[in-house]
């Protein structure tokens, strides 16, 4: 047996040698019945598990959630049952378009997920830095992902696909308007929000339901890059943002949050002058006001980043009992796909890699086998229900209560009477302030600057259509005539879109 020092196999065998290969003479060959060779050789081939096909990039930390402010009138859940209880959680931040190699700096939304190991079941909250998001339907998510990623043909980043799907897209001029503000460059993961963006159900023991939208707001402040200072961090320091996260845990300086919901009951929802269910849309602060809940700390690093950062798998199908899915569409769209992407890159038992195994309850069902079944695999008990052997039964008290829903079966164009613009409209009047519109033209006319012409004069009439200054500012930075965007602004986007066409 060797002692604790010493190298051996993956099996435990001792190795003699890990500087020089079996050879059949002086030099060589190389014999295959070295082991050790081949065994470091075949899993040094298979060390780069696929790359997410989104959020490829990010650092992570555990910590705690604690409940600072009584909720339970609107869920049961249980790591929300009482103030003073403290969760442990792992959150994982990211940029989203970018592969695992790019810079920490480059303009982009920013993944905000969290799994909290609640005394229920994994509970987790998969969330950005941005209250919306770009679409509003899930059939359009690998078209628009497409379009952020690098063109077929060049293998570059291509400013016509990205401003030509946005362009073609007016449910994008919310989530586009706030990219294109510094907060599209967080100065570090630490001094960004995070939002649910999704719209969620909460119950409570008597089976009442309510809507909820999840902020969490950095006690750190909220800090950004201009454009030039994010330009000038990509080259001095790509991986910036992984760094300070790190190293700031280490220095004991740990990063917090405050969490809050806002409340929308089922009538307030038939009601609300937006849909309540459509994520580019924000429910504004002064209809539903902010309540605290709890407070995040992030006290912990990962021993092994690819044990915990890289091979984190979060989805906002993991829910427990007090929470439950909305009718958000691009929600159930994701319900799906999270977990499917997890069972594609980490294998069908990605759920007993540690850090997204259960950690507070123990967990009982009738999957067995597959690929990396690390566990004991159900060990004699049966792997089938119904059964009369005391195998795990199902509980009558997890169901959530029922809401109606009615129509026909179809596709469907979203019909709801608000249109797209008013937010992203408001967000450039009322919220910004001269500094934020002056970053926001320079960054959107040194983006879409590089696509063709026809593409800036759609977009800008998006832009038109929430604000008229908002485009003639654009539309100046770019050199167009404001005229011309004029006309197209009250086109449907498929008119726009034609007559953009003739230009080419």
């Known amino acids: 047996m060797s002692d604790s020092k010493t190298l051996t196999t993956n099996f435990g065998t001792p190795v003699d040698d890990d500087q020089n290969s079996m050879n059949a003479g002086d030099p060589g060959p190389v014999l295959i019945q070295d082991v050790h060779l081949l065994e470091k050789l075949a899993h040094f081939d298979r060390e780069r598990i696929p790359e997410r096909v989104v959020h490829a990039k990010g650092a992570g930390a555990y910590g705690y959630f604690e409940v600072t402010n009584d909720v339970t009138q609107y869920t049961k859940a249980k ?21 695992k190699g790019s810079a920490d700096a480059e303009r982009d939304p920013r993944g905000f997920a969290i799994k909290f190991y609640t005394e229920e079941g994994n509970y987790d909250l998969v969330g950005n830095n941005t209250p919306v998001f770009f679409i509003r339907d899930p059939l359009k998510f690998a078209d628009f992902i497409h379009t952020q990623k690098r063109h077929p043909a060049t293998n570059l980043k291509d400013p016509d696909m990205f401003w030509d799907f946005l362009s073609l897209t007016p449910e994008s001029i919310h989530q586009v308007t706030i990219l ?12 960004m929000n995070g939002y649910s963006s999704h719209t969620f159900k909460w119950y409570n023991d008597k089976g009442e339901h309510c809507w909820v939208n999840y902020q969490m707001e950095t006690e750190q402040g909220i800090k950004n890059f201009t454009r030039e200072e994010a330009a000038c961090m990509k080259s001095e320091d790509p991986d910036h943002a992984t760094r300070d996260l790190f190293e700031t845990i280490v220095r004991g300086e740990y990063p917090a949050w405050k969490v809050y919901v806002q409340i929308m009951t089922p009538e307030q929802a038939r009601e609300y002058r937006f849909d309540p269910f459509d994520i580019t849309k924000v429910w504004f602060h002064s209809d539903f006001p902010l309540i605290p809940v709890g407070r995040i700390v992030l006290n912990r690093n990962p021993e092994n980043y690819f044990a915990d950062v890289e091979q984190a798998a979060f989805s906002p199908a993991n829910f427990v009992p007090g929470i439950a899915a909305s009718p958000d569409k691009m929600l159930q769209g994701r319900l799906f796909s999270y977990q499917d992407t997890h069972r594609h890159r980490l294998g069908p038992n990605y759920h007993l890699i540690p850090v997204n195994s259960a950690k507070a309850c123990p967990t009982k069902n009738y999957q067995r086998d597959a690929f990396m079944r ?38 469907k164009p979203y019909t709801h009477p608000n249109d797209d613009f008013f937010q992203p409209g408001e967000l450039y009047r009322r919220v910004m302030t001269d500094e934020d519109r002056d970053h926001l033209i320079g960054n959107i006319v040194d983006h879409l600057g590089g696509a063709q012409k026809r593409i800036q004069m759609r977009q800008t009439a998006l832009f038109y259509k929430a604000d008229p ?32 066409a003739q230009e080419a």
């Not at 442990?88 to 990211?94: G, P, Q, V």
């Not at 294109?180 to 001094?191: L, V």
């Not at 809401?403 to 026909?408: A, R, T």
């Open 374 to 411: 690390i566990d004991a695999n159900g060990g004699g008990s049966p792997n089938y229900y119904p059964n009369s052997f005391g195998g795990p039964e199902p509980s009558p008290t997890a169901a959530e209560p029922p809401f109606e829903v009615s129509g026909k079966v179809a596709r």
């Open 79 to 99: 790591f929300l049952s009482e103030t003073g209880k403290r969760t442990e959680l792992f959150i994982r931040f990211s940029t989203v378009g970018g592969e």
């Open 469 to 500: 200054d908002y485009a003639r500012r654009v539309t100046e930075g770019l050199g167009l005539d404001l005229k011309e965007v004029e006309k197209l602004a009250p086109m449907s986007h498929e008119d726009r879109a034609r007559a953009t």
């Open 180 to 191: 294109f503000s510094d907060r599209g460059t967080p100065r570090t993961y630490r001094n």
